[in-house]
Each structure stands twice: as C-alpha cells, then as structure tokens.
C-alpha cells in the first residue's frame, strides 16, 4: 500500500464510523506508517500503524480512533 491508499483506508474508517476526527498525514516508517488526525476538540491524536492486509490495518485503526474518545 501507498500513503494515499493508507490516508484513504484512515478516512473510510473515520467516515463509516461516524467518528470526531479529520486526516492530517500518513507517512511511511520503516515498520508501516506513522498516522496523525485532528480530534473535533482540536486535539492532535498520532499513532503508528503496522502495515499488513487491509482488513487487520482497518481494524486496528477503528480500535486506535475509538479509544481516544
């Protein structure tokens, strides 16, 4: 995957959730991707993402997202 593959995958996620976030940047690091999103109380949220197949990195951003609320 690219990093516009990952931005989009962060937000379908986001979108279909319903979730209080919007997409600042994905970049690539040497273990997968280091994902920043904007919080809807302004705060920054940055996590990183282990790449893999679509469906377990889409898991693992629902859960990363839905334990800062």
């Known amino acids: 995957m ?5 931005e989009l995958l962060v937000r379908g996620v986001i979108t279909h959730m319903g979730l209080p ?4 940047s994905v970049n690539a690091s040497p ?8 919080a809807g109380t302004g ?5 990183n993402l282990v790449g893999g197949r679509p469906i377990a990195m889409r898991a693992a951003i629902q859960q ?5 609320l």
């Not at 690219?2 to 990952?6: L, M």
């Not at 705060?43 to 996590?47: A, K, L, T, Y």
Request: aromatic share 12%; no cysteine.
């Open 43 to 47: 705060g920054v949220v940055r996590f």
């Open 31 to 38: 273990t997968g991707w280091n994902i920043v999103v904007r």
């Open 21 to 24: 976030f919007t997409v600042m």
């Open 2 to 6: 690219n990093a516009t593959e990952v």
């Open 64 to 68: 990363t997202l839905e334990a800062e």
